[in-house]
C-alpha cells in the first residue's frame, strides 16, 4: 500500500518559512513522480510543483516560483517543499501525491496523503 505521509506544516507570519516534507514507503514506476498540491476553502486543489525520483526533473506553478523549491532525497524515500516569503494566500491544506510522471493535474496522481494545514498571518 502506498500512502505519501506529509508532515511540517503549521501557522507562520507573512514573510516566514516553512519546510513540508512527504514520505512514501515503495518507490516504483507508477510512483516515480511526487507531486504538491494545495487547496485553499472553498477553492479547488491546485498544483504547487512536482519532481521525479529518477532524474530530479522539477516544475513548479507560476503562483509560486522563485519562492518555494521542491526537492527530494532518494535515500530516505522523501520529498521536501520550502516555503518562503510566505503570504496569507498561500493558506491551504497541502497534500502530498504520487503518481507515474509529473503532471500539474491532480488525476495524473494516484496516491494521496492526508493533507498538513499550512495557515500564513498577516
Known amino acids: 500500500q502506498v500512502q505519501p505521509v506529509e508532515s511540517g506544516g503549521g501557522v507562520v507570519q507573512a514573510g516566514g518559512s516553512l519546510r513540508l516534507s512527504c514520505t512514501v514507503s515503495?518507490?516504483?514506476?507508477?510512483?516515480?513522480?511526487m507531486g504538491w498540491f494545495r487547496q485553499a476553502l472553498g477553492k479547488e486543489r491546485e498544483f504547487v510543483a512536482a519532481?521525479?525520483?529518477?532524474?530530479?526533473?522539477?516544475t513548479v506553478a507560476d503562483s509560486v516560483k522563485g519562492r518555494f523549491t521542491i526537492s527530494r532525497d532518494n535515500a530516505k524515500s522523501t520529498v521536501y517543499l520550502q516555503m518562503n516569503s510566505l503570504k496569507p494566500e498561500d493558506t491551504a491544506v497541502y497534500y502530498c501525491a504520487a503518481g507515474p510522471y509529473i503532471s500539474v493535474y491532480a488525476r495524473g496522481y494516484e496516491y494521496w496523503g492526508q493533507g498538513t494545514q499550512v495557515t500564513v498571518s498577516s
Open positions: 519532481i521525479t525520483w529518477s532524474g530530479g526533473s522539477t
Open positions: 515503495v518507490r516504483t514506476f507508477s510512483t516515480n513522480a
